[in-house]
């Protein structure tokens, strides 16, 4: 999309994807900045010098050199009612998919799909107000998640939004603001998932992991219980960066309801060294033992040596793929399941 390496194919895929839209001949970057609905204003800047921009109802930080080397053209406007077209595109995606998993003796695998907080991020003439946009792409991006699921594959919604944006309101909104911001967008995802079984669909929560200071990201203690309300059977996140590694202790405190799993990232992409084993192995052992009586957090199913759940659990889909440029997947999120 504009750029010999396109560092978002997890969020422009969607694009061909989505009938209702229009390119209009900008960049991502080329769109007026516009104050949103339910925030106090739209646009953070870091004091580095980066430029903001938006598109009429969302908006990015990029850095002049981002701006400048990677700017993604041509994006897209939504002008009409949102609808899914993609029908040919995924059922080609998922064979593909499950040719490589029988090619290789993998039993099972996961696909991911765009959350709607994220595939909304676009610019939008039609709908009347944000939350009547995001529940149209969740409405419309249902029919992917449905095809994954129906599939017999395991189905991930990457939606960096959800503590991404928080970097993008100008000015810093408090944790509880921000709280309030984002949880029509976890409705319309939870919208989009109704009726789908729990039990085959994780998320993934990140802040965008692109390579930067990362020092106006919010807190995982901020946006936990908000990431918790949403309708999955377990959570893929950040763990293994400079930026997020010590937020291992969060769940000290939080409480993991009984169906549900933590895929914790252990592995960054965020460095180009390789981290050691042992390194590996403490980052597993933080979650594995948290701090708290067993029969107090679930988390005890994660102790060395404890019995490894049953095969066909969520956690147990095998890690085939990154996928997404920004995502942090759990590469021994099949050890942690």
């Not at 339910?38 to 002049?64: D, E, K, L």
């Not at 939606?159 to 976890?186: G, H, L, S, W």
């Not at 901020?222 to 930026?243: C, P, Q």
């Amino acid at each position: 999309m504009g750029s010999k390496v396109n560092y978002r194919a997890w969020w422009s895929y969607s694009f061909q994807r989505l009938g209702g839209l229009k390119v209009t001949g900008l960049g991502l970057y080329d769109f007026p900045v516009r104050r949103s609905s339910r925030a106090t204003s739209c646009c953070r800047a870091s004091a580095t010098g980066a430029t903001g921009c938006a598109s009429p109802r969302h908006t990015v930080i990029a850095t002049p050199a981002f701006r400048r080397d990677r700017a993604a053209t041509d994006w897209p406007v939504c002008v009409a009612p949102l609808s899914y077209t993609g029908h040919s595109a995924i059922a080609a995606d998922i064979a593909n998919f499950k040719a490589a998993l029988a090619a290789n003796g993998v039993a099972e695998g996961f696909m991911t799909s765009i959350g709607p907080g994220s595939a909304s991020r676009i610019g939008n003439e039609h709908y009347k107000s944000d939350e009547e946009f995001v529940f149209a792409c969740a409405e419309a991006m249902r029919e992917e998640y449905k095809a994954i699921v129906d599939a017999g594959l395991v189905l991930q919604i990457d939606d960096p939004a959800i503590a991404e944006n928080f970097d993008q309101i100008n000015p810093e909104p408090t944790a509880e603001e921000y709280r309030k911001f984002t949880m029509p967008r976890v409705e319309a995802l939870n919208h989009a998932l109704r009726g789908l079984p729990k039990d085959r669909i994780r998320f993934h929560l990140c802040w965008g992991s692109w390579h930067g200071p990362h020092t106006t990201d919010i807190a995982m203690r901020d946006i936990v219980d908000v990431m918790l309300k949403i309708d999955t059977g377990a959570y893929s996140f950040e763990a293994g960066n400079v930026r997020h590694e010590h937020e291992w202790s969060v769940w000290r405190d939080t409480k993991l309801p009984d169906d549900m799993l933590i895929l914790p990232g252990v592995v960054s992409h965020a460095t180009n060294v390789v981290e050691h084993p042992e390194l590996v192995a403490e980052r597993i052992g933080r979650f594995a033992s948290p701090g708290r009586p067993r029969e107090d957090h679930r988390l005890d199913r994660l102790r060395p040596g404890r019995p490894r759940p049953p095969t066909d659990r969520l956690g147990q889909a095998r890690d085939l793929g990154a996928g997404g440029g920004d995502r942090q997947q759990a590469a021994v999120g099949d050890q942690l399941a």
